[in-house]
């Protein structure tokens, strides 16, 4: 077990859609589906990460989601909450572009297939 494995595993829940925003929370449909969109890419890639499939891409995925929500939604200065969620979303961004450079870690469905 390499000291990345820890650091994929524990930023993988951080991805599933428990977080996510629920689909009655607006009334536009370009926004519901947006949302849905949203949710799906999160389980799924947070899923791929939890058990290292495709993970420099998924890792690269979900930090470019982290970084538009971050600086399209929660880039509200003044407003201590939504500043609270934008520096948040930069952590886990961070996170993940050090998943997606450094790899999957020694315990991962790449590594057992050998692709990565």
Known sequence: ???D????????PLDLPARA???SSSSSPTARIAIWLSIV????AGLALLVGFK????????????LYT?????LRVGDPANMFHF?????MAGGLIYVMVFG?????????KGTD
């Open 70 to 74: 971050a600086f399209g939604v929660h």
């Open 21 to 23: 925003p629920t689909p």
């Open 41 to 44: 890419i999160q389980f799924g």
């Open 87 to 91: 520096y948040k979303n930069l952590t």
């Open 55 to 66: 993970t420099h891409w998924v890792a690269g995925v979900l930090a470019i989601l982290c």
């Open 104 to 112: 999957p870690g020694g315990v991962s469905v790449d590594k057992a």
């Open 5 to 12: 494995d820890p650091k994929r595993t524990l930023e993988s």
């Open 1 to 3: 077990m390499s000291v």
